[in-house]
């Protein structure tokens, strides 16, 4: 068991300059801490198994989950149900980082969604 923090985990990049931290990674379990730069966002998409929570540290996450637009502020978050399509971006001007729960984990389960 080890602390872990954005300085030793896991990183990789996603969209064009977006980044993910992976804090916890196991067959059940993953969490994710991103940062999404002003003006960035995800395609929209959803997850065959994985359910997600999402829960915003810093600036506000714009998240449309099947056709409703959220907008979240820090400290406040939101549940994701598999086979919900969802697309977050960050439509402010500031950095946004959030945390992202998903059970089980939902790399290689996300369909994209092109409409």
């Not at 990789?12 to 003006?39: F, M, N």
């Not at 500031?94 to 389960?109: A, C, K, N, Q, R």
Request: proline letters at 4%.
């Amino acid at each position: 068991m080890a602390i872990v923090s954005t300085e030793n985990a896991l990183h990789y990049v996603w969209g064009s300059s977006c980044d993910g931290w992976h804090l916890a990674k196991t067959s059940g379990l993953s969490v994710i801490q991103e940062r999404v730069p002003s003006g960035a966002g995800e395609m929209r998409h959803l997850h065959e198994n994985a359910e997600q929570f999402f829960y915003v540290l810093s600036g506000i996450a714009t998240l449309e989950v099947a056709g409703h637009v959220h907008k979240i502020k820090p400290l406040h978050g939101i549940h994701i149900q598999a086979k919900t399509p969802h697309q977050l971006s960050n439509q402010g001007e500031s950095e946004l980082t959030f945390l992202v729960i998903s059970t089980p984990p939902s790399h290689g389960d996300r369909v994209e969604i092109f409409a």
